[in-house]
Nanobody
């Protein structure tokens, strides 16, 4: 059974940084795509970054330069570092995994497995 567990969220002030973690277990496919997505209050969920088993990385244009995705294969963990946080970054952050080779998938709904989310709240 595939499980994704996020951690690292919290309440921070503008300008601060956070590192979110996504631990993946039970995944037996040879290829994976892991994405970080966020859902601000009252808004739709949006993908912000993705990384696949070949190390290919993609970022949403809105977060380039402040978000960094990385992975530690030995720990089966994907990280999302967020620098220079602003109140607009306040959201529930999710990690999700896809077995398909399009990374990120053409639709967020195409991710096969989801974590429960970790809340990030940024105050001004």
């Amino acid at each position: 059974q595939v499980q994704l567990v996020e951690s690292g969220g919290g309440s921070v002030q503008s300008g601060g940084s956070l590192r979110l973690s996504c631990v993946v277990s039970g995944y037996t496919y040879s290829y994976y795509c892991v994405g970080w997505l966020r859902q601000p209050p009252g808004k739709e969920r949006e993908g912000v970054a993705s990384i696949d088993s070949d190390g290919r990385i993609n970022y949403a244009d809105s977060v380039k330069g402040r978000f960094t995705i990385s992975q530690d294969n030995a720990k089966k963990t994907v990280y999302l570092e967020i620098d220079n946080l602003t109140p607009e970054d306040t959201a529930m952050y999710y990690c999700a995994a896809s077995v398909e080779t399009a990374c990120p998938p053409s639709s967020n709904d195409e991710y096969d497995y989801w974590g429960q989310g970790t809340q990030v709240t940024v105050s001004s």
